[in-house]
Antibody
């Protein structure tokens, strides 16, 4: 059974870069036609898709975040990563990593990790 | 960007009653529509995809319908574990977008 686990600092200072890693177990990140991506949820609010990387390396980003986001894959570690630059308090959220099959919805999801932006 | 609008924002229902949740897309998403359930402190759980196909392990009391721009999630007889927030999501086009959610609470 495929499992995803987010990891990274829980506290980031304003103007710095938020960096998170998602470790995939129970399957290969380079096996099959899958998208690997990130979704966030500010406390008490709804879900926002951040971006996705296809197994081939193509990336798709939310236009509202595109100038600050980079998603990359490390197939040797079976991991993919998120970098979000110039963060502000508005970037405080639970960040989820997830997989999506071609023509399919986002599933499964990681358990999520809370990142707080504060000095 | 396709805007997803859910209604109502909050739905008060008694256990055993039927709940009907709506989701509208600003343009056609065909049947590329999913429903998720989220409980406090948990990641969203996929309930329905393809507008009407139940995900693995999802009870038959959950059903989805619709196509194009209008979609409905129906919970036929609410159980205590069904009180949660429900989100719709379109995956027909980038960027992927979610509705604002419907909170189903105990009446």
């Amino acid at each position: 059974q495929l499992q995803l686990q987010e990891s990274g600092p829980g506290l980031v200072k304003p103007s710095e870069t938020l960096s998170l890693t998602c470790t995939v177990s129970g399957g290969s990140i380079s096996g099959g036609s899958y998208y690997w991506g990130w979704i966030r949820q500010p406390p008490g609010k709804g879900l926002e898709w951040i971006g996705t990387i296809f197994y081939s390396g193509s990336t798709y980003y939310n236009p509202s975040l595109e100038s600050r986001v980079t998603i990359s894959v490390d197939t040797s570690k079976n991991q993919f990563s998120l970098k979000l630059s110039s963060v502000t308090a508005a970037d405080t959220a639970v960040y989820y990593c997830a997989r999506r099959g071609v023509g399919l919805p986002v599933d499964p999801w990681g358990q999520g990790t809370l990142v707080t932006v504060s000095s | 960007e396709i805007v997803m609008t859910q209604s109502p924002a909050t739905l008060s229902v008694s256990p055993g009653e039927r709940a009907t949740l709506s989701c509208r897309a600003s343009q056609s998403v065909s049947r590329n529509l999913a429903w998720y359930q989220q409980k406090p402190g948990q990641a969203p759980r996929l309930l329905i995809y393809g507008a009407s196909t139940r995900a693995t392990g999802i009870p038959a009391r959950f059903s989805g319908s619709g196509s194009g721009t209008e979609f409905t999630l129906t919970i036929s007889s609410l159980q205590s574990e069904d009180f949660a927030v429900y989100y719709c999501q379109q995956y027909n086009a980038w960027p992927l977008t979610f509705g604002g959610g419907t909170k189903v609470e105990i009446k």
